[in-house]
């Protein structure tokens, strides 16, 4: 599968963003999806995941902030950014694997990545 990530931009602190990560190929519902996020500096970091379930998961610094969403018939998972603050601003990565349906917090575990989207948070 081929990943597409696009959305990203900048945005005031307090504001919001929606990612998209759209993916080529067949059987998107049966890959568990993620965004992870990357600051200069720092290791790529989880943020949040739909599994091929639907359930979600999140980092507890994004919770309540940000939304994960999935759309099987269009192939494309969403990241929605809300009350965005500094501590966000990262290169924003989606990623896919299919050996697991369980969530997976490794980007080591993600077997397809996209080409990553700035978000940049200003005050």
């Known amino acids: 599968v081929q990943l597409q990530a696009s959305g990203g931009g900048l945005v005031q602190v307090g504001g919001s963003l929606r990612l998209s990560c759209a993916a080529s190929?067949?059987?998107?519902?049966?890959?568990?999806m993620a965004w992870f996020r990357q600051a200069p500096g720092k290791e790529r970091e989880f943020v949040a995941a739909a599994m091929q379930s639907g359930a979600t998961t999140y980092a507890d610094s994004v919770e309540g902030r940000f939304t994960i969403s999935r759309d099987n018939n269009k192939n494309t998972v969403y990241l929605e950014i809300t009350s965005a603050t500094p501590e966000d601003t990262a290169v924003y990565y989606c990623?896919?694997?299919?050996?697991?349906?369980?969530?997976?917090?490794?980007?080591?575990?993600?077997?397809?990545w996209g080409q990553g989207t700035q978000v940049t948070v200003s005050s």
């Open positions: 990623a896919a694997q299919r050996n697991y349906r369980r969530v997976v917090f490794s980007h080591r575990m993600y077997d397809y």
């Open positions: 190929g067949r059987a998107f519902s049966t890959y568990g």
